[in-house]
């Protein structure tokens, strides 16, 4: 027996997804150029600690930030804004993604350096919330997630541009059960969305002597929604005559960054939102973990800075909150600091944090009490960096 009643509701259901997905587009097409941070009266740099280990850990990255913009804070160029109440407690009471106070605070800055959020899975306490972190890429449209990973003993140094609203990710929590048996999620490509990552991806190659960019899909079966995305990267690649452009599917992609014959060769990586989700956890593996890592999620008007690690609630409660590791949203704060044009400060960041995570190491942190502080961490970090000048 087929249920008309529950397939007409799902009709109506698609079409306002419809709706607003092209709503989106509407907006994505009235949308200028990217900030240009050199004509502000003054950057204001949002810290919005998150959860779980997130307050210590962004607390660390923010002292050394301070420290390292301490001339621009005299003079006022640039301000910090801590931004509290993006916390799980905060959320599920508010049954909001993002709280509307909050984003509303976030959107008063120009720059946002973010520590981990849980998001809520099926089974835990809280209401089934979207994830802050998709939620604020999706609010303040960033649509670049550029995660670089870099192993130079072995070779290996990529960019990957992870677009970072579309994909599965668009409408991933407004999928569709039609009947008991029958679940439906979607998956959303546009060519405003797609031209902007692939651009996006282009530009930083060129930017960056890189000589090659590689798209990564499965569009030999998902061939609408991939298909598209693919179609644009060919297109696109043509204003860039200098650059090598191939594409890879996802699943020999995956093969591809274990063989270290050939992994070598990749330098940027783009890619629709959920490949670049799982691509770039394993190849920060590779560096030492997703806890190495730090990412950046730009858009036009805002950006923000993050750690890839989540909020592990468990130190918190166990009272190891102060040994968390700082070194990957302190590797977001370099990301931060290159992306608003302080480049020199960022290199020095960069500089110290290989001297103290991999050449000296004089501290070492365990996570518990055998280890360091995050902030006798910090006072290293600052220590170094007040030495290379
Ligand atoms: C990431 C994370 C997020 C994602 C989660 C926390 C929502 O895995 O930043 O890669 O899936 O994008
Ligand atoms: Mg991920």
Known sequence: ??????????????????????????????????????????????????????????????R????????????????????????????????????PAVLEELKQCHVILKGPTTTPRKGDPWPNVESANVAMRKELDLFANVRPVRVPDQGIDWTFYRENTEGAYAVGSKGVNVTEDLGVDFTVVTTQGTERIIRAAFEFAKANGKTRVTAVTKANIIKTTDGKFLDIFREIAKDYPDITADDWYIDIMTAKLVDEKRRKDFQVMVLPNLYGDILTDEAAEFQGGVGTAGSANIGKRYAMFEAIHGSAPRMVQEGRDKYADPSSIIRAGAMLLNHIGYSDKADKLYRALDICTVTEKKLVLTGRDTGATGEEFADYLMETIENLK
């Open 64 to 99: 050394v930030l301070e420290y390292l913009l301490k001339d621009e804070v005299k003079s006022g160029k640039v301000a910090f804004r801590v931004i509290d109440g993006l916390t799980i407690e905060r959320r599920a009471e508010e049954n909001a993604a993002i709280p």
């Open 1 to 62: 027996m087929i249920a008309t009643d529950k397939i007409e509701a799902a009709k109506e259901r698609f079409g306002q997804l419809l709706e607003e997905q092209l709503r989106r587009v509407e907006e994505m097409k009235a949308q200028g150029d990217f900030i240009d941070y050199n004509s502000l009266d003054q950057i204001i740099i949002g810290v919005c600690g998150g959860d779980g280990i997130g307050p210590a850990i962004t607390a660390q990255a923010q």
